[in-house]
T-cell receptor
Framework: GAGVSQTPSNKVTEKGKYVELRCDPI?????LYWYRQSLGQGPEFLIY????????DSGLPNDRFFAVRPEGSVSTLKIQRTERGDSAVYLC????????????FGEGSWLTVV | QKEVEQNSGPLSVPEGAIASLNCTYS??????FFWYRQYSGKSPELIMS????GDKEDGRFTAQLNKASQYVSLLIRDSQPSDSATYLC????????????FGRGTQLTVWP
């Protein structure tokens, strides 16, 4: 596709459940990022992949959060034992990688934990 | 102190006026600076990037950077109702490629 694609666009889940959010980056982009945006706040960095490896996962808030990118393209953000405080928009972004630091965001996955 | 601070807003200007959005950052080693526009319910969209001191103009938008004062601003000339959105200032500290630190955003309303 032309842009960063994220699914689902909306997800409502019960507290304690497991959730997966998927991101398909712009074709050819080697760098992929997950950010989280809470209401009234700017996006906060979670994790950065260069290719298949997580080059920086220091933004993940705790060990309930995990992300993978097994083939260097699509990525999945996994949240275990969801809590109400996890409710936010989860934004995926990609960039060409070494050529500059401009990142392009997808439309986000709105997660609501009830 | 937060990494990136923006004037709290909301900011309301009449159509045709100049809108001025301000941002300060705490890490003196920061290297790259960005302004994103975010419409309600949509994802952030990059509108300006600036890397060196001075002004950078792109159409009706001008970004200004003063590294000594750790200050970035965005001016929108001839504001239009379609400019009504939240404007996010973002800073790249140079630690991780593409890792940006965002401010909370300033909500701008341009009224006809």
């Amino acid at each position: 596709g032309a842009g960063v694609s994220q699914t689902p666009s909306n997800k409502v889940t019960e507290k304690g459940k497991y959730v997966e959010l998927r991101c398909d980056p712009i074709s050819g982009h080697t760098a992929l990022y997950w950010y989280r945006q809470s209401l009234g706040q700017g996006p906060e960095f979670l994790i950065y992949f260069q290719g298949t490896g997580a080059a920086d996962d220091s933004g993940l808030p705790n060990d309930r959060f995990f992300a993978v990118r097994p083939e260097g393209s699509v990525s999945t953000l996994k949240i275990q034992r969801t809590e109400r405080g996890d409710s936010a928009v989860y934004l995926c972004a990609s960039s060409p990688g070494m050529d500059g630091n401009t990142i392009y965001f997808g439309e986000g996955s709105w997660l609501t934990v009830v | 102190q937060k990494e990136v601070e923006q004037n709290s807003g909301p900011l309301s200007v009449p159509e045709g006026a100049i809108a001025s959005l301000n941002c300060t950052y705490s890490d003196r080693g920061s290297q790259s600076f960005f302004w994103y526009r975010q419409y309600s319910g949509k994802s952030p969209e990059l509108i300006m990037s600036i890397y060196s001191n001075g002004d950078k103009e792109d159409g009706r938008f001008t970004a200004q950077l003063n590294k000594a004062s750790q200050y970035v601003s965005l001016l929108i000339r001839d504001s239009q109702p379609s400019d009504s959105a939240t404007y996010l200032c973002a800073v790249d500290r140079g630690s991780t490629l593409g890792r940006l630190y965002f401010g909370r955003g300033t909500q701008l309303t341009v009224w006809p």
